[in-house]
């Protein structure tokens, strides 16, 4: 059986680096709208069994039931401690494979989602790790493991590196899978601009036309000297 698990922020907390461009309100409403993007996703995806989010905050988790998706209630401190227990949770449910996805991806497809459980069902290893890279090269922005809990959750800052020295230490084989729907995560306003210019029409787009964000963040005198412009590359490897 195979669970994806998403790790929610409370809402008060989420996308703190925005903090200079959009209001408290306008990031509240954006980490919902991904959320929604990414849940749609992984209900879509056909090979997937179950999926699960993990959060403390009321207003997620509602969005998550209302999506009929399974709440786990975040009962420790700390993201790596929630999601593993989360894990652990899975495996006793008779999960054999879980896969982590963050909630910041709003270009993530059901298309994509299958895609990497294909890999792994194809993949003769076993146990396996897949570790899906964020455009910067840095950051781990889905995890596959197989079986649950065969190396430790350490996610954060240079997270990829971490992981793929943690599956070393372990002995555990480790690829990397590469997808723009995985890749493409939210930190800064030229990302919401990039978004913004995508042919996709998901919640969040909808949600940043609604705010007017585009045309306001386009339109800020900084601009192009605070929020480079992110790096967005479509492949699989």
């Not at 649950?148 to 990397?176: C, D, K």
């Not at 978004?195 to 045309?215: F, K, N, R, V």
């Amino acid at each position: 059986m195979i669970w994806a698990i998403v790790p929610a922020k409370m809402l008060e907390q989420a996308k703190t680096r925005l903090a200079q461009a959009l209001s408290p309100a306008e990031r509240q409403t954006l980490s919902l709208a991904m959320l929604r993007d990414v849940l749609s996703a992984l209900k879509g995806a056909e090979n997937l069994d179950h999926v699960a989010v993990i959060t403390a905050d009321a207003a997620l988790a509602a969005t998550a039931s209302a999506m009929r998706v399974e709440v786990i209630a975040e009962r420790t401190t700390g993201q790596n401690e929630a999601l593993a227990a989360g894990v652990a949770y899975a495996r006793e449910q008779g999960a054999d494979t879980v896969l982590i996805v963050s909630a910041d991806l709003p270009l993530l497809s059901a298309a994509t989602v299958e895609q990497i459980i294909e890999r792994t069902l194809l993949a003769e290893q076993y146990p396996l790790v897949l570790l899906a890279p964020s455009h910067d090269g840095a950051g781990t922005n889905a995890m596959l493991q197989r079986p649950p809990g065969i190396i430790p959750l350490l996610f954060g800052a240079n997270s990829l590196e971490r992981h793929q020295q943690a599956a070393a230490e372990y002995g555990m084989p480790v690829e990397l899978f590469r997808a723009e729907g995985l890749a493409f995560d939210v930190d800064l306003p030229a990302d919401l601009i990039a978004l913004s210019s995508s042919p996709e029409q998901t919640y969040t787009q909808i949600a940043l036309m609604q705010m007017g964000l585009p045309q306001r963040l386009r339109e800020s005198p900084h601009h192009e000297r605070s929020f480079p412009e992110p790096h967005i590359k479509a492949s699989i490897e």
